[in-house]
């Protein structure tokens, strides 16, 4: 235990001092305020136009949740699957590029103590960057009365879909000594998971079904609708465990004859 | 330099122990059969040229991996059976210093204390310790990234010496030394010695002579010469002695060392 949250430690304040990490979250925030923008003025937009008409009772029924933070979750959730691939791309590659691999594998540490403080590290950072994106929902608030559980089931929502992401960005960064292939097959794997459902969409059955479970967005969609499932919970705590499970197999893999 | 500090009750301690060891890069193999040991108090120089499997065969006696065939033995314990334990035991430089570029000197080698297992009340005094043997003290707040390759090696020592291992594996330690700071980390190492166990590789043959106790020429993955430096017969330098050993290859098998060094001796002689 102890090993573990020395090797986070350190790899937080590596973040801290790493020029990557501030463009990956630099880059989340700005966009994120850009989509957020465009967002609000389609509801304005909207405000207006059922105004004209002169239609009460669907003015009451607009809402920001539904309008503005729903699909904003979704946009950050896009920019998520970009950027995560780069901030997790160099956990592992680098330390081997540089050496210091020798110095992780030979100190008396577990491998699983190696993972894990690397990937409460990265976990960390990810809720720091997930919760300064609750400026968007902090801003609504000065302006409307969106709901606050809703939001916050989306938030926690937007925060497991990153260390699931995180945790596939880990285990592409173990196998490599190179951050850019860490970073592209972390993507492709993302972006597989996003669009896992598509092909299924037509058929029927268990693999359907199967597919369909598979599906971030399909958990996540859930969420940012206001639902905390604990299926849906549950799913994205058995991505990232799986992920690391990997991970580990494969930074134990060294040592195997 | 005597042959090695016997244990208190004049046993020999044998500190490490390899074993037959084979290592296979896929099928190139780059270590064939090794053996040989190294006792307590005992500097040991591992020699070879280039490509002849140092840094290999000091990558599994350290456990960064597996050997393909053969076993080590750390203080008596396996390094791959009971790995944790026998990496306790262990300070290792590697060829290349394992240093986290944008780290600070300090923050860096405190890490390792604690990763090392250092005790939370003693990391402060074995930092200390550390910078001063490996003469760090002024460059203590430092980041990493920017000292000289020969101040990047200081701290490589320093991490290799942190938690005051009883045995110390160094890969290359002089390498990218200036004269002065040669002369330095051999005194330190001679003083490192007292009751620890240390394997050092070198292309530098004056510094086996100085410093060590015990000489390992190994030559394509195999053991050329394993011998007591103090055997080595007067008159006779470690130079001719490598050249030797290494021009023996492919016939080498079965030649012992003293068939070597006469040999040596005699065309010395002669
Ligand atoms: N990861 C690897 N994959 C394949 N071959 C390797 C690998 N590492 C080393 N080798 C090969 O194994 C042999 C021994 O290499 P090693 O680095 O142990 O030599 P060395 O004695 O340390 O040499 P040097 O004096 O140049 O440091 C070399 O032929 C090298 O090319
Ligand atoms: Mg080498």
């Not at chain 2, 060590?212 to 993955?221: A, E, H, L, S, W």
């Given at each position: 235990?102890?090993?573990?949250?020395t090797?986070?430690?350190?790899?937080?304040?590596?973040?801290?001092?790493?020029?990557?990490?501030?463009?990956?979250?630099t880059?989340?925030?700005?966009?994120?305020?850009?989509?957020?923008?465009?967002?609000?003025?389609?509801f304005?937009?909207?405000?207006?136009?059922?105004?004209?008409?002169?239609?009460?009772?669907?003015?009451?029924?607009?809402?920001?949740?539904?309008r503005?933070?729903?699909?904003?979750?979704?946009?950050?959730?896009?920019?998520?699957?970009?950027?995560?691939?780069?901030?997790?791309?160099?956990?592992?590659?680098?330390?081997?590029?540089?050496?210091?691999?020798?110095?992780?594998?030979?100190?008396?540490?577990?491998t699983?103590?190696?993972?894990?403080?690397?990937?409460?590290?990265?976990?960390?950072?990810?809720?720091?960057?997930?919760?300064?994106?609750?400026?968007?929902?902090?801003?609504?608030?000065?302006?409307?009365?969106?709901?606050?559980?809703?939001?916050?089931?989306g938030?926690?929502?937007?925060?497991?879909?990153?260390?699931?992401?995180?945790s596939?960005?880990?285990?592409?960064s173990?196998?490599?000594?190179?951050?850019?292939?860490?970073?592209?097959?972390?993507f492709?794997?993302l972006?597989?998971l996003?669009?896992i459902?598509w092909?299924?969409?037509?058929?029927?059955?268990?693999?359907w079904?199967?597919?369909?479970?598979?599906?971030?967005?399909e958990?996540?969609?859930?969420?940012?609708?206001?639902?905390?499932?604990?299926?849906?919970?549950?799913?994205f705590?058995?991505?990232?465990?799986?992920?690391?499970?990997l991970t580990?197999?494969?930074?134990?893999?060294?040592?195997?004859? | 330099?005597?042959?090695?500090?016997r244990?208190?009750?004049g046993?020999?301690?044998?500190?490490?122990?390899v074993?037959?060891?084979?290592?296979?890069?896929g099928?190139?193999?780059?270590?064939?059969?090794?053996?040989?040991?190294?006792?307590?108090?005992?500097?040991?120089?591992?020699l070879?040229?280039?490509?002849?499997?140092?840094?290999?065969?000091?990558?599994?006696?350290?456990?960064?991996?597996?050997?393909?065939?053969?076993?080590?033995?750390?203080?008596?314990?396996?390094?791959f059976?009971?790995?944790?334990?026998?990496?306790?035991?262990?300070g290792?430089?590697?060829?290349?210093?394992?240093?986290?570029?944008?780290m600070?000197?300090e923050?860096?080698?405190?890490?390792?204390?604690?990763?090392?297992?250092v005790?939370r009340g003693?990391?402060e005094?074995?930092?200390?310790?550390?910078?001063?043997?490996?003469?760090?003290t002024?460059?203590a707040?430092?980041?990493?990234?920017?000292?000289?390759?020969?101040?990047?090696?200081?701290?490589?020592?320093?991490q290799?010496?942190?938690?005051?291992?009883?045995?110390?594996?160094?890969?290359?330690?002089?390498?990218?030394?200036?004269?002065?700071?040669?002369?330095?980390?051999?005194?330190?190492?001679?003083?490192?010695?007292?009751?620890?166990?240390?394997?050092?590789?070198?292309?530098?043959?004056p510094?086996?002579?100085q410093?060590?106790?015990?000489?390992?020429?190994?030559n394509d993955?195999?053991?050329?010469?394993?011998?007591?430096?103090?055997d080595?017969?007067?008159?006779?330098?470690?130079?001719?002695?490598?050249l030797?050993a290494?021009?023996?290859?492919?016939?080498?098998?079965?030649?012992?060392a003293?068939?070597?060094?006469e040999?040596?001796?005699?065309?010395h002689?002669?």
């Amino acid at each position: 235990m102890r090993n573990t949250f020395t090797i986070a430690g350190k790899e937080l304040t590596g973040y801290f001092v790493q020029p990557v990490a501030y463009v990956v979250l630099t880059v989340f925030i700005l966009l994120g305020g850009w989509f957020f923008f465009a967002m609000l003025r389609q509801f304005d937009e909207m405000v207006q136009l059922v105004q004209m008409m002169g239609r009460p009772e669907t003015l009451s029924q607009m809402n920001l949740n539904t309008r503005v933070i729903d699909p904003l979750l979704h946009d950050l959730s896009i920019v998520l699957v970009i950027v995560m691939p780069a901030l997790t791309m160099r956990v592992f590659a680098e330390e081997k590029r540089a050496g210091t691999y020798e110095l992780l594998l030979t100190a008396p540490v577990r491998t699983g103590e190696i993972v894990a403080g690397k990937f409460l590290a990265a976990a960390a950072f990810t809720l720091v960057m997930v919760a300064l994106a609750w400026i968007f929902p902090l801003i609504l608030m000065v302006f409307g009365n969106p709901e606050l559980g809703v939001m916050f089931a989306g938030y926690l929502g937007l925060f497991l879909l990153a260390l699931s992401f995180v945790s596939v960005g880990l285990f592409t960064s173990s196998l490599t000594q190179n951050q850019i292939i860490a970073a592209i097959s972390s993507f492709g794997i993302l972006i597989l998971l996003f669009v896992i459902s598509w092909p299924a969409e037509a058929g029927g059955g268990v693999v359907w079904a199967l597919l369909k479970y598979l599906s971030l967005p399909e958990h996540f969609s859930t969420m940012t609708r206001g639902v905390i499932d604990t299926s849906d919970v549950v799913f994205f705590l058995s991505v990232v465990a799986t992920a690391l499970f990997l991970t580990q197999r494969s930074v134990e893999s060294a040592r195997w004859r | 330099m005597g042959a090695g500090v016997r244990g208190a009750g004049g046993a020999v301690e044998r500190m490490i122990d390899v074993k037959h060891l084979t290592k296979a890069y896929g099928s190139f193999v780059a270590v064939k059969d090794v053996s040989f040991r190294a006792e307590r108090g005992q500097i040991l120089g591992f020699l070879g040229p280039n490509g002849a499997g140092k840094t290999t065969t000091m990558r599994i006696i350290t456990g960064f991996m597996p050997a393909t065939a053969g076993t080590v033995e750390i203080d008596g314990l396996d390094i791959f059976e009971n790995s944790l334990e026998a990496r306790r035991r262990i300070g290792y430089l590697p060829e290349n210093p394992p240093l986290y570029l944008d780290m600070r000197v300090e923050a860096y080698l405190r890490f390792v204390a604690k990763l090392r297992g250092v005790k939370r009340g003693e990391i402060e005094a074995a930092l200390d310790h550390a910078l001063k043997t490996t003469g760090l003290t002024d460059m203590a707040h430092r980041i990493c990234g920017q000292l000289s390759k020969g101040y990047r090696q200081r701290v490589g020592l320093a991490q290799a010496l942190i938690h005051d291992p009883p045995v110390m594996v160094l890969d290359e330690p002089t390498i990218g030394l200036d004269p002065r700071q040669i002369h330095e980390i051999r005194d330190l190492i001679r003083g490192l010695a007292g009751g620890r166990t240390i394997v050092l590789s070198t292309h530098i043959l004056p510094e086996v002579s100085q410093i060590c106790d015990k000489v390992v020429i190994i030559n394509d993955g195999r053991v050329a010469l394993e011998e007591m430096v103090k055997d080595i017969p007067e008159g006779t330098s470690l130079e001719e002695v490598f050249l030797h050993a290494i021009a023996r290859e492919g016939h080498a098998e079965g030649v012992s060392a003293e068939e070597a060094l006469e040999e040596v001796g005699a065309g010395h002689s002669a």
